[in-house]
């Protein structure tokens, strides 16, 4: 009985990895937020004061969007229902591009094309978002099967 209409590569990619990582991140900055906040941007320093409670509200909701994903990716990728799981691929892969946009605004252009310079954080924003992004349009058009 199938599981799901990804193939192997792009199912364990998209139904594994990636929700792991999202739980990943999700615990990570719900264990330190103030962190987590202020490495979105580490070029920037951060004053004590910056972790207002505005601050706190949407870095915990951000980290609430991230725990929303995990089982989002799960459902729609380990299902037989191909439209399902292309659209959930699209619609992810349209915000991959919103996350790395949001990414260079808050870190500036000079930061944004200096990778090496660039923290854990900046590299899960954009280097990992764009990776699954690419992956996601190669499943897209057929490239895995």
């Given at each position: 009985m199938p599981y799901s209409c990804l193939p192997t590569y792009p199912l364990i990619l998209f139904g594994i990895i990636e929700p792991?990582?999202?739980?990943?991140a999700y615990t990570t900055g719900m264990r330190d937020p103030v962190r987590f906040f202020s490495d979105q941007a580490p070029n920037h320093t951060l004053a004590p004061t910056c972790f207002n409670p505005q601050a706190e509200a949407l870095t915990l909701q951000m980290l609430n969007v991230l725990l929303l994903l995990a089982?989002?990716?799960?459902?729609c990728c380990w299902n037989i229902n191909t439209p399902t799981t292309k659209w959930y691929l699209m619609s992810v892969a349209v915000a991959d591009l919103g996350h790395v946009y949001a990414t260079y605004r808050g870190v500036g252009r000079a930061y944004f094309i200096t990778p090496a310079g660039w923290n854990n954080l900046v590299w899960g924003n954009v280097g990992v978002s764009a990776f699954l992004h690419v992956n996601r349009l190669m499943t897209l058009i057929g490239v895995f099967g």
């Amino acid at each position: 009985m199938p599981y799901s209409c990804l193939p192997t590569y792009p199912l364990i990619l998209f139904g594994i990895i990636e929700p792991a990582l999202l739980i990943w991140a999700y615990t990570t900055g719900m264990r330190d937020p103030v962190r987590f906040f202020s490495d979105q941007a580490p070029n920037h320093t951060l004053a004590p004061t910056c972790f207002n409670p505005q601050a706190e509200a949407l870095t915990l909701q951000m980290l609430n969007v991230l725990l929303l994903l995990a089982p989002m990716a799960l459902v729609c990728c380990w299902n037989i229902n191909t439209p399902t799981t292309k659209w959930y691929l699209m619609s992810v892969a349209v915000a991959d591009l919103g996350h790395v946009y949001a990414t260079y605004r808050g870190v500036g252009r000079a930061y944004f094309i200096t990778p090496a310079g660039w923290n854990n954080l900046v590299w899960g924003n954009v280097g990992v978002s764009a990776f699954l992004h690419v992956n996601r349009l190669m499943t897209l058009i057929g490239v895995f099967g």
